[in-house]
């Protein structure tokens, strides 16, 4: 079983990212970039199934400039066995990026296509979802736990309130939740492997997909300064404050 | 072979998300229960942290100094004592043999010391003997085809983990100092040696230190690093794996500045006293600008001598240079780093108290802070004359 995952390059978890004084996005200037964390979690997933045996090859691929390749060696080096950048400096959103997908899938034919619920840049959650609509291929997303036999994926999602179990029929689309795994670290060893495994650079127009985005940012804000707090000088201001003011109580 | 910047920052980055995600988080109760759980050494076996410094052909990963002072500065980053389950493999334990062992020897220990699955411990130190290593008092006695060790060994670096010492013990009598000393090569689980209990330490719990003792222990005369022809050879093996571990040491050094920088800026911008934070104070600015002035020309002072080692140049006095000046360096630090924190740096929740304690080992071990000061004058004197 051929086993799909889209992964995303994006600014790393740790770094305290700033808003560009124009409000047109957020400065990348000089920023550490990483593999989104939950397209690692994906990543792990796949290099999973194919350990236990349930895949035969792992195939990571990115929508992106040439320095993606960076993330892509990552996640060779985590395990997958080869890797496809579908390049263009264009600024790519989930709809483009999912007919890229599409088109690629059709030249791979994989069985499986793992994807992280969404990127910790965008936080659009679409990319995976978008894809399941364009390919026709059901999708179980934000898996806590995968399992697969018979043709089939039963895939437990974290919904609100509790976890829902459903059984999705092979080829199918899955996007991970925070908790499906904890992504390994890669060894020098696998690093240095990762060198001689094969990446390979297609362009969207030789997959024949129009990136243009659709959708356009009008303005990007840093969250609120909070405000200072005050003291209260008895409980009963406290109650009252939280009452009539907060309104976090009745 | 030297890696491509690419792969090395990688394998950095990679480092670096292990310090702060996975060995970080623990140090407060690895201290705490003078322990490091067996789960994070397997992780540490699989990130190829056994073998840095064992050559490609025996499954090492064959660093250069200048690589592995790059990766050291990073553990650096947290609790030493997290580096040292890995330290003696890398230096001390498994040098010698790199540099002198036989074939016959290299291929037996050295792949499965890259794997962790040997850990590796030097034993040199005496009751009577420190500084003036060539003065070991353990004997080796010939006896057939072996050799019969009888002496004590002190303050030995996970002894208590290890399956394999280098052993230094007399084998000729009548030659009192250096000259008279062999190197040996001894599985820790012949009969004859017994360990004594892990000493209480100022700092660096997780790492075990413990006396090994020798009573009619018998090692074949092959055990002896680089075959037979090496009798009486042992101390210039000891000598040879200096350069390097003073090196690695002082990359350590470099790491902890980093950190108790880290952690004093942290502090001194949250903390506040007389309506402001602490950073604004000129006072606290002069301790911090010195302390980041000081890692760093210790870190240029690192990286340029293990650069200069990599391309065959004889290093010692640079070596020692780095070792005294990078590790007096890290003592300033870590006594800044508790004097910004104020009363918090005398408490046990704040890593500095620990790391203050931790550091101060550095001046003590593989040389003095005056050995390294005898070193480098003993080596422009040589020059000049």
């Known amino acids: 079983m051929k086993v799909l995952v889209p992964v995303k390059r994006v600014v790393d978890y740790n770094v305290k990212i700033r808003v560009k004084p124009d409000n047109s996005g957020v400065d990348l ?23 236990a045996g349930t895949a035969t090859e792992v195939v990571a691929v990115t929508v992106g400039s040439s320095a993606s390749q960076e993330q892509l060696r990552t996640c060779l080096a985590l395990g997958a066995d080869r890797a496809v950048l579908i390049e263009t400096d264009a600024d790519a959103q989930p709809l483009g990026i999912a007919k890229a997908l599409k088109a690629l899938q059709e030249k791979e034919g994989a069985e499986l296509v793992i994807f992280g619920k969404q990127s910790i840049d965008g936080d659009n959650s679409q990319t995976g979802q978008m894809f399941a609509a364009l390919t026709g291929m059901p999708q179980g997303t934000f898996a806590s736990e ?49 060198k001689k495994k094969p990446l390979d650079v297609v362009t969207p127009d030789e997959l024949g997909v129009d990136l243009t985005p659709s959708v356009e940012v009008l303005s990007v804000e840093p969250p609120a300064e909070r405000q200072a707090g005050i003291k209260v000088e008895s409980v009963e201001e406290l109650v009252d404050k939280l009452k009539n003011e907060a309104k976090v109580i009745s | 072979m030297a890696l491509d910047r690419e792969t090395l920052n990688q394998f950095i980055t990679t ?11 623990l140090e407060e109760q690895v201290s705490r229960e003078d322990r490091i759980p067996p789960e994070l050494i397997s992780e540490m076996k699989d990130l ?6 064992i050559p490609e052909a025996y499954g090492g990963l064959g660093l250069t100094t200048e690589e592995e002072c790059r990766v050291v500065r990073v553990l650096g980053r947290t609790s030493p004592a997290f580096r040292s389950v890995f330290g003696t493999n890398n230096g001390i334990g498994s040098q010698g043999l790199v540099m002198d062992g036989t074939e016959a ?22 009751p009577d003997v420190g500084s003036d290593s060539g003065a070991v008092k353990t004997s080796a006695v010939a006896d057939g085809d072996d050799y019969v060790l009888n002496g004590t060994k002190r303050y030995i670096t996970n002894a208590p983990e290890a399956q394999l010492f280098t052993v230094f013990a007399r084998t000729d ?24 209990p892990n000493n209480r330490k100022m700092g660096q719990q997780g790492a075990h230190v413990c006396d ?28 040879k794996t200096l350069d390097r571990g003073r090196l690695h040491i002082s990359a350590l050094a470099v790491g902890c500045a980093n950190r108790l920088i880290e952690e004093s800026v942290a502090f001194a911008t949250e903390r506040t006293q007389f309506g402001q934070p602490i950073a604004d104070f000129q006072l606290i600015q002069a301790m911090l600008a010195d302390s980041k002035a000081e890692a760093y020309a210790a870190e240029c002072m690192v990286l340029d001598a293990a650069r200069r080692r990599d391309a065959g140049e004889a290093v010692t006095t640079l070596a020692s240079c780095c070792k005294l000046f990078a590790t007096e360096m890290v003592g300033r630090v870590a006594d800044r780093a508790v004097q910004i924190h104020g009363g918090a740096g005398y408490m046990e929740e704040y890593a500095v108290a620990r790391f203050y304690r931790d550091v101060r080992l550095f001046r003590i071990y593989e040389g003095t802070s005056q050995i390294q000061q005898t070193v480098i004058a003993k080596g422009l004197i040589r020059d000049l004359t």
Do not use: W
Request: aromatic content about 6%; glycine content about 10%; hydrophobic content about 40%.
């Open chain 1, 29 to 51: 200037s000089n920023v550490k970039m990483s593999v989104n964390p939950f397209c690692e979690i994906a990543i792990e997933e796949a290099v999973r199934l194919k350990e």
């Open chain 1, 146 to 194: 995968v399992k697969i036999a018979d043709g089939r994926i039963d895939v437990t999602r974290e919904i609100d309130g509790g976890l829902q179990t459903v059984s999705l029929k092979l080829p199918a689309v899955v996007t991970t939740d925070l908790r499906l795994n904890e992504p390994r670290y890669a060894s020098l060893p696998n690093i240095m492997k990762a």
């Open chain 2, 15 to 25: 480092l670096d998300r292990f310090v702060s995600d996975r060995l970080m988080p």
């Open chain 2, 48 to 53: 190829g942290l056994f073998g840095m410094t």
């Open chain 2, 105 to 126: 020897q290299k291929s037996h220990y050295l792949p499965k010391m890259a794997t962790g699955e040997i850990i590796g411990s030097f034993a040199l130190t005496e």
């Open chain 2, 173 to 196: 009598p009548d030659q009192p100092g250096a000259r008279g000393v062999s190197a040996f090569l001894v599985d820790a689980g012949l009969p004859g040696i017994t360990l004594g």
């Open chain 2, 212 to 239: 090994v003792i020798f009573e009619d222990c018998r090692v074949p005369k092959s055990a002896i690093i680089g075959g037979p022809e090496n009798l009486n050879r042992g101390f210039a093996t000891a000598m």
